[in-house]
């Protein structure tokens, strides 16, 4: 089955824009999680969705949002883009969110440049 | 707040030997630790994963082990290949609802041929 997509893969962007991000989970996951890598921080924890439900969030502001539609497709959205928003922008699914002791399908990414 | 800690950012091993990473966390223990493996530009791959009350994991060339004592879990690739050269991460999650993942930094892995 297919993968977990995510569009676009790469993107430019200037200060003070905002940008929306999607992902596919694969084929009935109901749980997308997204997370925002740099090279200083490594991997960091956004939020998750489950059944359109914001579960999780991590500790970043309120700028960053997100939401999950009922075919359990996903965007992020960044408001008022900042330089140090320029990360690789990953989304995982999970085949059933409720049993998080399974493995997590990651996408390739959306590579956002902020200039 | 929660720590993790990956043994060094980089290492450099002999095609053939084993390569063991390590992944050292502070404060409280995860319910359950995954190990990723990334490649350049692409998102992380699930390895494996081991419970707070599993000593050890195996499958094929790699073994997992997990001590809440020492607060550590070792990842071992033994008859490495340069094939396995990549950064492997640790993921800790302290509940067993949501997704709320804590990674370490991650060991870039070098196999030399």
């Known amino acids: 089955k297919a993968g977990v997509t995510q569009t676009p893969r790469y993107l430019i962007k200037t200060r003070g824009q905002q940008v929306t991000l999607s992902c596919s989970p694969i084929s009935g996951h109901r749980s997308v999680s997204w997370y925002q890598q740099t090279p200083g921080q490594g991997l960091q924890f956004l939020f998750e969705?489950?059944?359109?439900?914001?579960?999780n969030k991590g500790n970043f502001p309120g700028r960053f949002s997100g939401r999950q539609f009922s075919n359990s497709r996903s965007e992020m959205n960044v408001s008022t883009l900042e330089l140090g928003d320029s990360a690789l922008y990953l989304c995982?699914?999970?085949?059933?969110?409720?049993?998080?002791?399974?493995?997590?399908?990651f996408g390739q990414g959306t590579r956002l440049t902020v200039v | 707040s929660q720590k993790i800690e990956q043994n060094s950012e980089a290492l450099n091993i002999q095609e053939g030997k084993t390569a063991t990473l390590t992944c050292n966390y502070t404060?409280?223990?995860?319910?359950?630790l995954q190990w990723y493996r990334q490649d350049p530009g692409r998102g992380p791959v699930f390895l494996l994963l081991i419970r707070e009350n599993e000593k050890e994991k195996r499958k094929e060339r790699l073994k997992v082990t997990f001590d809440t004592t020492l607060k550590q879990s070792l990842f071992h690739i033994t008859a490495s290949q340069p094939a396995d050269s990549a950064t492997y991460l640790c993921?800790?999650?302290?509940?067993?609802?949501?997704?709320?993942?804590?990674f370490g930094p991650g060991t870039r892995l070098s196999v030399l041929p």
């Open positions: 993921a800790l999650a302290f509940d067993n609802y949501g997704q709320n993942f804590v």
């Open positions: 404060n409280y223990s995860p319910a359950y």
């Open positions: 995982a699914s999970r085949d059933d969110g409720r049993i998080v002791n399974t493995e997590a399908f």
């Open positions: 969705y489950f059944s359109e439900t914001q579960r």
